[in-house]
Each structure stands twice: as C-alpha cells, then as structure tokens.
C-alpha cells in the first residue's frame, strides 16, 4: 500500500509505503466502537442525585408509638415508603471513566485509520506549518489540500510535534482539530471527514502501532 507524499501547496513531492499488516485486511469496527464508547463515557459529567432519606425535608420524630395503635410501624416521615420520603437506589455523583487495554486502544486507532486510507479521505503532506500566527493564512492552507472545514466538512490535524503558530491560527477554524500523533484515538479519527497527516505523524503511527 502507498500513498502520495504532498506539500502545502498539493503538489506531489514524494510517496510513502505503508505496511499491509497494520494498515491492510479486514477493518475491526468493533474495536472502534468499543473506544468510541469508553472516550463518551470518561467525558460524562456524572453530576446526577437523588435525595435519600436524610436529605429530604421533615422531621426525624417517631410519629407515634411502636405498637397497640393498630397502626404499621414507622420511624420517621423521611422513610421511603411514604410519600415525598427519600429515594432508595437513586443515582448519586460518579465517574463513567473506565480503562481499556492499551492492545484495544492501538487496535481501535489502527481499524480507524485503515478505515480512513481505504475511503481516499486521509492526506499525507511534508509539514504542517505557517511563518505567522493568522487565521487566514492556515484557512488558505488547508483549502489548497482540499480541507472545507465547518460542520460538514471536518478534519483532524496530525503532526508529531505541535507548532505554536499554527496551533493559534487554526483554533479558531470551525471544525478543524489539530492533535498530536501520541494523543490522537480512535473517536478523532472517526469524528472527522478528512485526516490530514504529516510524513513524520504517519511513519510515528505505523511504528507505535505495527
């Protein structure tokens, strides 16, 4: 498998071979569901409650005596059972974070990517780099390499080494995401149309995850 090597100008400078057993046969959506869930569920704010017994209004007095009144027993108004009592089993403030093994994750990130290469939707180009911290210049960039940006046409930056002018310039670009090749996963990878790579994002990948 090879891909085209271009620079910011999208002119072809070079090719790059990609390796058939981590980019090749059969895509495990499956992996890539599984990541995709776990990164949904460490973002989840987990701020919900419910008031058990001892958080809800009214007293804590036994409203009468415990036998010869014909009456069930009962210890306080706050109890369950009763109307406007405490709730029993609510939810309650927690995390949804859980951990994956790191065999999954890479496995998940490779499906991604082998995904992406089979779909024509990922770009391999020399460098990302702007001489000057402008918006407009990096707009100007990426619509040479064919990236729309906004809702509908989203893509993912990757390079090994973030460079600070162009982290700044294009944070402001609706729906353009630049991520460093040791931080990205599967869910970036997927919630995204096109995957703009530089040569050395992509050898760093092919490595970490053959």
């Known amino acids: 498998m090879t891909v085209d090597v271009v620079n910011q100008q999208n002119v072809k400078v070079g090719s790059l071979d990609l390796s058939e057993d981590v980019f090749g046969g059969r895509v495990k959506t499956d992996l890539i569901h599984t990541s995709v869930v776990r990164e ?9 409650a419910t008031k058990v017994r001892g958080d809800v209004a009214g007293s804590g007095k036994k409203p009468w005596r415990q036998k010869g009144t014909g009456r069930a027993r009962v210890g306080e108004i706050r109890n369950p059972i009763w109307r406007k009592g405490g709730t029993v089993f609510g939810p309650q403030p927690r995390s949804y974070e859980y951990q994956l ?4 994750e890479k496995g998940a990130l490779r499906a991604a990517l082998s995904q992406k290469l089979q779909d024509g939707e990922v770009i391999v180009v ?4 702007v001489e000057q911290v402008k918006t407009k210049v990096a707009a100007e960039m990426l619509k040479r390499l064919g990236v729309a940006g906004g ?8 390079d090994v080494a973030l460079q600070d002018a162009l982290v700044r310039s294009v944070r402001n670009l609706e729906g353009i995401r630049l991520v460093a090749s040791n931080r990205v ?3 970036d990878v997927m919630d995204t149309r096109r995957v703009v790579l530089t040569q050395a994002a992509l050898e760093k990948l092919q490595s970490v995850l053959g």
């Open 151 to 158: 809702r509908a046409g989203k893509a993912l930056l990757v």
């Open 126 to 129: 020399d460098a990302l780099a």
């Open 101 to 104: 093994p790191k065999k999954v």
């Open 185 to 187: 996963t599967a869910r």
């Open 40 to 48: 949904n569920a460490a973002e989840r704010r987990g701020t919900h």
